[in-house]
């Protein structure tokens, strides 16, 4: 008895063309045929129907009617991309060939979604969205799972080192860290004090045993991860802090403020923190005096990163530039100059070139050694909310106001677009 099945892919609802198989034909046998629909290799298709996998020791015949409508999702084999857009979707793309892989739509109720990730090895997505609902989305079985705790928007996500737990900052003046696997909530924090207007940043310590948060009222809390305890609370910033991010040695945190200052802190108890603010000079003070440094009016500082080796600190600030800091003195090496505010930074893997966004719709890359411009990365229509490199070096990941999202070389050109969404880009990550 021969079957004609009706295909499509689970995520994006595209059919392909109706599939003739024998109702004896194993579902292994079915893959292959879908793969080669696909123009994939077969060990990346899953099979589906109504959400719910194909075993491959199946036979088509039990488990499949005639005419009835499969879904097809494809495995991601570890070169993607995912973009967070303002149009309440996220879309996980081929970086090779620009194809969008998957178009994931959390619930209409749901709302923009701000911040997107991947796991490690590819095969999950995380989407947090503006009614603080937060999705896994398995990329392999087309299912999805609603974490729920969050009661406003989802400010920023971020994976623990060995990508078993995930962080999220919410304006609903919580930290949450999640089981990804199953979905639980492992705590729920809130601080009076610091987070009563809202959380902005989180970050994972490299070796994952304690996270940090900062939020609305300026105040940086360290927490264990395993028991919630607080084991810091950072005072200083005297205005919202939008960033926060660990030294890859685990014993300092930078953090970046409203106040006009970007600040490193030790995690060690009693030791001063430094105030990057001024540029060629450093103001030292002990972390628990509530003291504010005035700035030299560069603007807030939206966006903070360390070198890979924590030698060096690069700090973005609204008032169209970023500064370069040693990281050890406070020294202000040198000033990146856009035409408007910038949003993002990042350094290179080796740490010999710095990157900047801005919302004057170019990234650029500057030599870290004598702060020259090296390449002007041209093509977006609106400012670039984020950009980062890829793990290799050799490309950067950028997304905008104009509603797409790029892949560049480090040598200027762009590699691919990524166009689809119908409102502007919120972030982009990608597969560590």
């Given at each position: 008895?021969?079957?004609?099945?009706?295909?499509?892919?689970?995520?994006?609802?595209?059919?392909?063309?109706?599939?003739?198989?024998?109702?004896?034909?194993?579902?292994?046998?079915?893959?292959?045929?879908?793969?080669?629909?696909?123009?994939?290799?077969?060990?990346?298709?899953?099979?589906?129907?109504?959400?719910?996998?194909?075993?491959?020791?199946?036979?088509?015949?039990?488990?499949?009617?005639?005419?009835?409508?499969?879904?097809?999702?494809?495995?991601?084999?570890?070169?993607?991309?995912?973009?967070?857009?303002?149009?309440?979707?996220?879309?996980?793309?081929?970086?090779?060939?620009?194809?969008?892989?998957?178009?994931?739509?959390?619930?209409?109720?749901s709302g923009a979604v701000h911040s997107?990730?991947?796991?490690?090895?590819?095969?999950?997505?995380?989407?947090?969205?503006?009614?603080?609902?937060?999705?896994?989305?398995?990329?392999?079985?087309?299912?999805?799972?609603?974490?729920?705790?969050?009661?406003?928007?989802?400010?920023?996500?971020?994976l623990s080192p060995d990508g078993s737990?995930?962080?999220?900052?919410?304006?609903?003046?919580?930290?949450?860290?999640?089981?990804?696997?199953?979905?639980?909530?492992?705590?729920?924090?809130?601080?009076?004090?610091?987070?009563?207007?809202?959380?902005?940043?989180?970050?994972?310590?490299?070796?994952?045993?304690?996270?940090?948060?900062?939020?609305?009222?300026?105040?940086?809390?360290?927490?264990?991860?395993?028991?919630?305890?607080?084991?810091?609370?950072?005072?200083?910033?005297?205005?919202?802090?939008?960033?926060?991010?660990?030294?890859?040695?685990?014993?300092?945190?930078?953090?970046?403020?409203?106040?006009?200052?970007?600040?490193?802190?030790?995690?060690?108890?009693?030791?001063?923190?430094?105030?990057?603010?001024?540029?060629?000079?450093?103001?030292?003070?002990?972390?628990?005096?509530?003291?504010?440094?005035?700035?030299?009016?560069?603007?807030?500082?939206?966006?903070?990163?360390?070198?890979?080796?924590?030698?060096?600190?690069?700090?973005?600030?609204?008032?169209?530039?970023?500064?370069?800091?040693?990281?050890?003195s406070g020294y202000c090496h040198h000033?990146?100059?856009?035409?408007?505010?910038?949003?993002?930074?990042?350094?290179?893997?080796?740490?010999?070139?710095?990157?900047?966004?801005?919302?004057?719709?170019?990234?650029?890359?500057?030599?870290?050694?004598?702060?020259?411009?090296?390449?002007?990365?041209?093509?977006?229509?609106?400012?670039?909310?984020?950009?980062?490199?890829?793990?290799?070096?050799?490309?950067?990941?950028?997304?905008?106001?104009?509603?797409?999202?790029?892949?560049?070389?480090?040598?200027?050109?762009?590699?691919?677009?990524?166009?689809?969404?119908?409102?502007?880009?919120?972030?982009?990550?990608?597969?560590?």
């Open positions: 008895m021969t079957l004609t099945l009706r295909a499509a892919m689970a995520f994006t609802g595209q059919e392909l063309p109706p599939i003739e198989v024998s109702g004896g034909d194993s579902l292994r046998q079915l893959r292959v045929k879908v793969a080669e629909a696909c123009g994939v290799a077969p060990h990346l298709v899953n099979l589906l129907r109504e959400s719910w996998p194909l075993k491959e020791q199946g036979i088509v015949g039990e488990e499949l009617d005639d005419g009835c409508m499969v879904q097809v999702a494809l495995a991601v084999p570890g070169k993607e991309i995912i973009t967070a857009s303002q149009d309440g979707s996220a879309r996980v793309w081929n970086a090779d060939t620009g194809h969008c892989m998957f178009h994931l739509t959390p619930p209409s109720t997107v990730l991947l796991s490690r090895c590819g095969k999950v997505a995380v989407t947090g969205s503006a009614d603080g609902s937060i999705r896994s989305w398995c990329l392999e079985d087309g299912s999805s799972k609603l974490l729920e705790g969050h009661s406003r928007a989802v400010a920023q996500m971020r737990k995930l962080l999220s900052a919410s304006d609903d003046s919580t930290v949450r860290c999640w089981h990804l696997q199953d979905g639980r909530c492992l705590l729920a924090l809130e601080h009076p004090d610091a987070f009563e207007r809202g959380v902005r940043s989180v970050a994972f310590a490299p070796d994952g045993r304690c996270f940090v948060a900062a939020g609305a009222n300026g105040v940086v809390v360290q927490y264990s991860t395993e028991t919630g305890e607080i084991l810091a609370s950072l005072h200083g910033h005297s205005a919202a802090v939008h960033t926060v991010v660990f030294a890859a040695e685990g014993r300092r945190i930078l953090s970046a403020s409203d106040d006009r200052t970007a600040r490193i802190w030790h995690t060690a108890p009693g030791r001063p923190c430094m105030i990057l603010g001024d540029p060629g000079r450093c103001l030292c003070l002990l972390c628990d005096l509530r003291e504010r440094d005035e700035g030299d009016g560069s603007g807030p500082a939206f966006a903070a990163a360390f070198s890979p080796e924590g030698e060096q600190a690069l700090v973005a600030h609204f008032a169209r530039c970023a500064r370069l800091y040693c990281a050890s000033v990146f100059h856009h035409k408007d505010a910038v949003l993002a930074v990042d350094f290179s893997p080796d740490g010999l070139l710095a990157l900047t966004a801005s919302d004057d719709t170019t990234c650029a890359l500057w030599r870290v050694s004598d702060g020259q411009l090296v390449f002007q990365l041209m093509g977006h229509n609106a400012g670039v909310n984020t950009a980062c490199f890829l793990p290799d070096g050799t490309q950067v990941l950028s997304a905008s106001d104009d509603r797409e999202a790029r892949l560049w070389s480090i040598s200027g050109n762009c590699l691919q677009v990524f166009s689809g969404h119908q409102k502007r880009l919120h972030s982009a990550d990608f597969c560590r």
